[in-house]
Antibody, heavy 120, light 109 residues
């Protein structure tokens, strides 16, 4: 079954850019049925959808994060990526990549998550 | 944005008991696109129910979902030891954003 795996630095300095990549295996990102997205989790705010991307390249972002976030898709590598600029301690979280069903919103497949700490 | 409120915050029960978890939306959830997830420590959320009442393949039938509009319920008919976890509801109105509730912890009494 489909597998997703996040990768990237576990520590990012304040004001810098957080960069994560999600590698998809046992399936393809080149599908019109799903979005590929990022969700983060903190004890303070719980689960928070960051944004998602569709095969066409269309992107959708949380209004609260839109000014700092970019999600991109690399079909040749079967990956998608997250960049979050100007991070602060409030961006410390466990970040999950996931496949989101565009029709009914279900999220069947998640990565295991990666903890990103923002600290100097 | 649709806000989801889950109650209770914590549910203390024993194995074999029935668990009833509530999720209330601040406005009607379009298409009843309401999902439920189970999360255990150190793990990603696991999809239990989608579109309010549908179970994905592989989810035991002791898990059931009901409701429509603004009020939804997840029922675990008889708690097994592995069911003690945190449960989240999530809504999707046919287009982004996806929003989540704050969770209900089902703990061992």
């Amino acid at each position: 079954q489909l597998q997703l795996q996040e990768s990237g630095p576990g520590l990012v300095r304040p004001s810098e850019t957080l960069s994560l990549t999600c590698t998809v295996s046992r399936g393809s990102v080149s599908t019109t049925e799903f979005h590929w997205g990022w969700i983060r989790q903190t004890p303070e705010k719980g689960l928070e959808w960051i944004g998602s991307i569709y095969l066409s390249g269309s992107t959708y972002y949380s209004p609260s994060l839109e000014s700092r976030v970019t999600i991109s898709l690399d079909t040749s590598r079967n990956q998608f990526s997250l960049k979050m600029r100007s991070v602060t301690a409030a961006d410390t979280a466990r970040y999950y990549c996931a496949r989101l069903n565009w029709n009914d919103g279900r999220i069947r497949y998640w990565g295991q998550g990666t903890l990103v700490t923002v600290s100097s | 944005e649709v806000v989801l409120t889950q109650s209770p915050g914590t549910l203390s029960l024993s194995p074999g008991e029935r668990a009833t978890l509530s999720c209330r939306a601040s406005q009607s959830v379009r298409g009843n696109y309401l999902s439920w997830y189970q999360q255990k420590p150190g793990q990603a959320p696991r999809l239990l129910i989608y579109s309010a009442s549908n179970r994905p393949t592989g989810i035991p039938d002791r898990f059931s979902g009901s409701g429509s509009g603004t009020d939804f319920t997840l029922t675990i008919s008889r708690l097994e030891p592995e069911d003690f976890a945190v449960y989240y509801c999530q809504q999707y109105g046919g287009s982004p954003p996806w929003t989540f509730g704050r969770g209900t912890k089902v703990e061992l009494k």
